[in-house]
């Protein structure tokens, strides 16, 4: 392991005066390790096997990492604890060792603030002697604005938050972020998403998520008023889908165009169940929902719009542009998981927001994406594709499996969610103080695919596009600078969305960026991204001793090399140098100060544990 770090690091501290870049300008690397090597050496990383599961791909990952003092023997800390531990005890699988302090830091900063911590907090954190210090840093990253920005951009990734919101994607995002910061229960949320009227989603913010869903149903409208610029009724369609998968974690898509049966039987068990006309009735509570597209002078007005519920109903027979014909059938609203009917005094979509909050679902499905988001991996995988029908360990249907890896540890979270009125803080509060999220990465031992449900590792991923670029900024104190309305912003993930051209765009996008277009999906690995990072303005622009770079600043204020080398390594990977690697680093500083200090940086950029959260 310290040989691979030395691939890594050594060929990078190589570069004579005449090769490494000493101005802003675009640098021109003569790499040591050619392009071509670099994909071919990696590859196994950035494009595994695509049957390799997330514990193969972790083995890869974290045989790059560093021995450190892991703790054997993780305590049970919550109930947790109780269910994960518990289940490998009676099967004799063996957890891996509790992380480091170093790597604890890291994955829980970038699991709920989607930012590296600072060196300087690095250094604390590792220094603090309190037993109760992990705790403690759970609660002061949830309080951060660091926090709210970075679930406020999860949440528009999840809503697709776009160009079809209009000038209603920042009033969006704003009140996401409010919601957040007040900790706000989030069945109010999902339930004012839902009932959401208004003159102008331009005035009222929950009212954007149904704008952005709309399917424009011709280019030119008749009048001021003309209902058919938008497609009514494959309106109601799409968001039905969407309040099935985001609320419950069913996919509704293949019932919302024909019957499960005979079609279904070997991908979802509840679905091949369910007739069309059950999706008609589930979408009719969107039925009298009226979504009437503002047009001026011959032009729509930046996707604004009214939405209220002046329509007579869903007409099951009517027609679609997106979907085969409907053939009609009941349309009177019944919730498609119990056959409730509305109630004759409350508007159907009112009444729709409340059945769907108050099921045990809706927290079960809430629960499975929030532990996905911190496990890597759902209970229920993927974590939006429940089938109901195979949730009971003790009514799984003939020749068909459990489908949740732990269904009581899921009931027990939900319930949990729910008892605690919904709060997403404590939900993820419970999960970071567990024992089980804070496994390594490392499993000592021979790792077996089966260990995987058990969750008997941390598992591994990549970072988004935004989190790496917010790394990069952090780790090299070069912001990005972005428009924000009036103001000029530092983060990616403080954005409502993506923003930047040229060559951040292409960085962005080769990383995963989400253009939010289709749903979101877990980023996969690419050639592209390796070479990428080597050669990216993003990156070599921002290690260059210029200006007012962390490069230039760590120069000019530690004359002693080796705690320079100390702090790019804190402040980049979030841990020390091992003797090997500080000894290839303070030999290049003594070549030359500048130059070496700045492929340093270059290379820690590069290192696999940067552009992973582990």
Known sequence: MRHLKLVWIAPFLLYSAEQTPKTAEKPMREEALSPDRFAEVHAPLFAPNERAGPGEITSRVAARLPEGERIAGAPRRNFVDEHIFGRMERDGVRPAPVSTDYEFLRRVSLDLTGRIPSAGEVREFAADRDAGKREKLIDRLLKSEAFVDKWAYFFMDLFRANGKMGRGQNLFHYWMKENLRVDRPYDEVA????GASAKSNHVVAAANVIAREHVQGKAQPDDGEDLGMVQQLDTHDELAILYGKTFLGVNLSCISCHDGRGRLEKVNVWLSKRKRTEFYQFAGFLGRSRYLMYWEDGKPQ?????????NPGYDSRGASMIRVPRFGGAASPAFILTGEAPRAVVEPREEMGRMLTAHP?????AANMFWWRLMGRGIVEPYDEFDLDRQDPDRVPASWQLQPTHPELLDELAGYFRDNNHRIRQ?????????AYQLSARYEGEWKDRYTDYFARKFVRLLSAEELHDAITTATGVPGRFKYGNTEVAMSMQLSGPSGGGELKYFMQTFGQSNRNNPPKAL???PLQPLLLMQSPVVNERVLAAGD???R????SYSDDGELVEQMFLGTISRLPTEAERETAMAALRGSRVEGAQNLQWALLNLTEFFYNY
């Open 361 to 365: 679902q809706f927290a079960r499905a």
């Open 191 to 194: 339930r004012a998403i839902i």
């Open 302 to 310: 930046s996707g604004e719009f009214l939405i209220d519920d002046g």
């Open 524 to 526: 996969s690995g690419s």
């Open 427 to 435: 939900l993820l509060r419970l999960i970071c103080g567990s024992s």
């Open 549 to 551: 770079s962390r490069v």
């Open 553 to 556: 600043r760590l120069l000019d």
